[in-house]
T-cell receptor, first 116, second 113 residues
Framework: EPEVTQTPSHQVTQMGQEVILRCVPI?????FYWYRQILGQKVEFLVS????????KSEIFDDQFSVERPDGSNFTLKIRSTKLEDSAMYFC??????????????FGSGTRLTVV | KNQVEQSPQSLIILEGKNCTLQ??????????LRWYKQDTGRGPVSLTI?????NTKSNGRYTATLDADTKQSSLHITASQLSDSASYIC????????????FGRGTQLTVWP
């Protein structure tokens, strides 16, 4: 069964450093997403991406965040200057069509980011 | 405000027993409602997807219900197994043009032998 692959599985970084989280969505999917889950809290939407541009972003997704699809397979989330409160599990997801069409979201296993 | 609330927060049952998890939502506009299972340290895995017009949907030992009028859903698990121990999350798609997922906090289910 096709999977969404995320790397690394764990990342520890110092406050103020830049991090790039990587995702390989399912190959025939068109819509890509980043979600995050702070320990003990709900999963929260960050951003959706379609046709090489951001479709929607949440209040969390400020200027410190950016996304990119640098080639035909990778989808990355960059945090320019990490803060302690960025520590969370970051999930990448992809769908073949919009969720309104009842397509299933396939989530990766996540990258646990720890900012120290 | 678009929100999804779940109860109970946690639940312990004995292997072989049934249980029902509850979900209330205020997401508008509404596209569909999903139940996910999330094992610790893993990504959520879809169990069911229900649209506005569906009242009940089953997936093996999982049966989800949806009352779009009262904006309530439930997930019933029958004949529980040890491997059912996980967080069960109610997720509603809606609230924008393409739709974002709104997650509940989840019900942490523990199945004891």
């Amino acid at each position: 069964e096709p999977e969404v692959t995320q790397t690394p599985s764990h990342q520890v970084t110092q406050m103020g450093q830049e991090v790039i989280l990587r995702c390989v969505p399912i190959s025939n999917h068109l819509y890509f997403y980043w979600y995050r889950q702070i320990l003990g809290q709900k999963v929260e939407f960050l951003v959706s991406f379609y046709n090489n541009e951001i479709s929607e972003k949440s209040e969390i997704f400020d200027d410190q965040f950016s996304v990119e699809r640098p080639d035909g397979s990778n989808f990355t989330l960059k945090i320019r200057s990490t803060k302690l409160e960025d520590s969370a599990m970051y999930f990448c997801a992809s769908t073949p069509g919009t969720g309104g069409s009842n397509y299933g979201y396939t989530f990766g296993s996540g990258t646990r980011l720890t900012v120290v | 405000k678009n929100q999804v609330e779940q109860s109970p927060q946690s639940l312990i049952i004995l292997e072989g027993k049934n249980c029902t998890l509850q979900c209330n939502y205020t997401v508008s506009p509404f596209s569909n409602l999903r139940w996910y299972k999330q094992d610790t340290g893993r990504g959520p895995v879809s169990l069911t997807i229900m649209t506005f017009s569906e009242n009940t949907k089953s997936n093996g030992r999982y049966t989800a219900t949806l009352d779009a009028d009262t904006k309530q859903s439930s997930l019933h698990i029958t004949a529980s197994q040890l491997s059912d121990s996980a967080s069960y999350i109610c997720v509603v798609l809606g609230g924008s043009t393409l739709g974002r997922l709104y997650f509940g906090r989840g019900t942490q289910l523990t199945v004891w032998p």
